[in-house]
């Protein structure tokens, strides 16, 4: 299993209820279900992933993350996971708002485009970077909107979330973020994983 | 043997209260099963049929002599596994392939019922099949499945006996008839109502049948089966054993003919007044009023496990209608999976051999099944 999903596996705990956004093939919902008892339910936009879920018994619905997450209650889950993909959304902001109105908690993803390949590749050829995980051109990518990792954490003072645990994977190497190492962590990490949470003046809403 | 013989019925003894208002009681119920019930009676499903269904769901149809209407999805090895499922379908009452019906004998009158028969509706279609749970001894099934109307019986089932299923399928369905559905279902009973041998549904009596009016019926019905692309596919404009235009009416194009056809066929297998009574089941079917316009109430009482499938291609219970119900159930967290499968076959996909949804439904079914 990857890393990533070992990572967001461990953060939540066992026997809550569970939605992955953006499911893709049911890995991690099929890993949270045998090693943490969840409740897990997801949301999938391609029809064959939402096809390969329901043959390993998972609760899946085709849908999309923003137009299908308004159907859930405030509060309905425990954690909602969102995978590598606030990146491919119109609007990163409803988005955001979105999982935290229907979660109680977040567990956000981002492929950091802080890192030194990112910005050697942008600075020595002067085109828009292609790395192992961001393969599309600039023309054909679903990747729309990227930030770093700094950017993320930027964001939640923008949009007034709380960031709970944040860790980043470098060379599959789990560490912590934190104020005095976030320079450098915005340049070496592939990926930065967030636990966020809603701010309580913001509950209720 | 005729054509009783070939029909296996139970006779609900019980009075059952209709809709209407009227009670009814010692009346027949048309049966078939496929498959057998195991020991622990926990591996029975039962499937509802649509609006020209009936119990003979696969293998050969006794009475038409064809496939059965669901021969695709259920048998040895097929989505629905007969080696491992006991299924049961019923004929609905207001049906025509032995349930009670508008085409028996009024035992007070000993006149055929005609249009004198009571409007059914979808709850009196189950309330009077949930009877054959008793009948088979089964607490509980593994799953409801149905399409088109059938899963209209489905979602009413669950909602009238929570308790009563494991997992439930309603397929390319709806939770209410839209203005155009109910349309489309007039267009069909005024095709037979103005048949002059309709006689105010008295043509059994008359020995004369409508079937000029029935045939049409069914020839508009079909059209809402099929998606536009699939027709144009399949026909275009191709012309009908001839190189050119005839300058008249007879069947030029293919499509004509095959409608003609496919409405001429009909007549041989199905009761005019029967027609009647199931669309009408079918347009008074609100699952949403019945509710107090809030369709999540209708499963609150439920722990089943549902899986709601609609197709790209249907227009006539149209994808966001299948998701309308999938929406109900997320608004008070029931265990709901949904997929749409692609498919350029209409609403008929169901009933057809679409591998993306027959296999589907096998892994949702065989999936649930081995953890229960």
């Not at chain 1, 969840?38 to 879920?53: N, P, W």
């Not at chain 2, 269904?53 to 040895?76: C, E, L, M, R």
């Not at chain 2, 749409?340 to 096998?362: A, Y």
Request: net charge neutral; glycine share 6%; with cysteine.
């Amino acid at each position: 299993m990857k890393t990533e999903y070992k990572i967001i596996v461990d953060l939540i705990e066992e026997k809550t209820r569970v939605l992955d956004v953006g499911c893709d093939d049911g890995t991690l919902m099929e890993s949270l279900k045998k090693d943490k008892n969840v409740d897990a339910r997801g949301i999938e936009i391609s029809k064959d992933k939402v096809q390969t879920c329901v043959s390993k018994g998972l609760t899946v619905i085709e849908g999309n993350a923003e137009l299908d997450l308004k159907q859930f209650p405030n509060d309905s889950f425990d954690y909602v996971v969102l995978g590598q993909t606030l990146q491919a959304f119109v609007n990163p902001e409803i988005v955001i708002k979105e999982l935290l109105r229907v979660g109680k908690k977040a567990i956000i993803t981002i492929p950091n485009f802080g890192h030194w390949k990112v910005r050697l590749n942008l600075l020595i050829k002067g085109t828009m970077p292609i790395t192992e995980s961001l393969p599309n051109d600039w023309y054909n990518t679903p990747n729309i909107h990227m930030c770093t990792i700094k950017d993320f954490v930027k964001f939640s003072k923008i949009i007034n979330f709380k960031i709970f645990k944040s860790l980043a994977l470098t060379n599959k190497n789990i560490s912590n973020i934190n104020n005095s190492n976030l320079f450098y962590k915005n340049l070496f990490a592939e990926l930065g994983i967030f636990l966020i949470e809603k701010k309580d003046e913001n509950r209720n809403n | 043997m005729n054509i009783k013989e070939k029909i296996k019925t139970l006779v609900i003894k019980k009075p059952l209260k209709l809709d209407c208002g009227k009670t009814i009681n010692n009346f027949p119920l048309a049966y078939e099963t496929y498959g057998s019930l195991n020991e622990n009676k926990d591996n029975a499903i039962l499937v509802f049929h649509a609006l020209t269904g009936d119990q003979f769901v696969t293998g050969i149809n006794p009475v038409t002599k064809k496939d059965g209407w669901w021969s695709y999805a259920v048998g040895p090895n097929k989505s629905i596994d007969t080696n491992k499922y006991f299924v049961i379908c019923a004929n609905v009452i207001g049906g025509c392939m032995g349930s009670f019906g508008p085409s028996h004998k009024n035992p007070d009158t000993n006149k055929i019922y005609g249009t004198d028969f009571p409007v059914i509706t979808i709850n009196d279609m189950v309330n009077a099949q949930v009877n054959l749970l008793d009948h088979f001894e089964i607490k509980k099934l593994f799953s409801v499945v149905g399409g088109s109307m059938g899963g209209m019986q489905v979602l009413q089932f669950i909602s009238n006996y929570p308790d009563k299923a494991n997992t439930v399928v309603p397929i390319a369905c709806t939770s209410n008839h839209s203005a155009q559905n109910i349309a489309f279902n007039e267009l069909g009973r005024q095709a037979i109502a103005s048949d002059h041998n309709w006689s105010d549904g008295k043509y059994l009596s008359n020995n004369t049948l409508p079937d000029k009016g029935l045939s049409v019926a069914r020839m508009a019905a079909h059209i809402t089966y099929l998606s536009k692309k699939g027709l144009q596919e399949k026909f275009g404009r191709k012309l009908q054993e001839r190189d050119a235009l005839k300058f008249g009416f007879d069947a030029d194009f293919q499509i004509e003919s095959y409608l003609r056809y496919q409405g001429s066929v009909f007549v041989d297998r199905f009761d005019a007044n029967s027609y009647l009574y199931i669309t009408r089941a079918m347009d008074y079917f609100d699952l949403v009023k019945q509710f107090d316009g809030n369709l999540s109430n209708a499963f609150k009482k439920t722990k089943a496990k549902f899986f709601i499938i609609s197709f790209t291609s249907d227009w006539l219970y149209p994808t966001q209608e299948n998701k309308d119900i999938v929406i109900a159930l997320n608004a008070i967290g029931a265990d709901v999976g949904f997929v749409e499968i692609k498919s350029d076959k209409g609403h008929d996909s169901f009933l057809l051999d679409v591998p993306d949804f027959l296999k589907t439904l096998k892994n949702f079914l065989d999936k649930s099944y081995s953890e229960t």
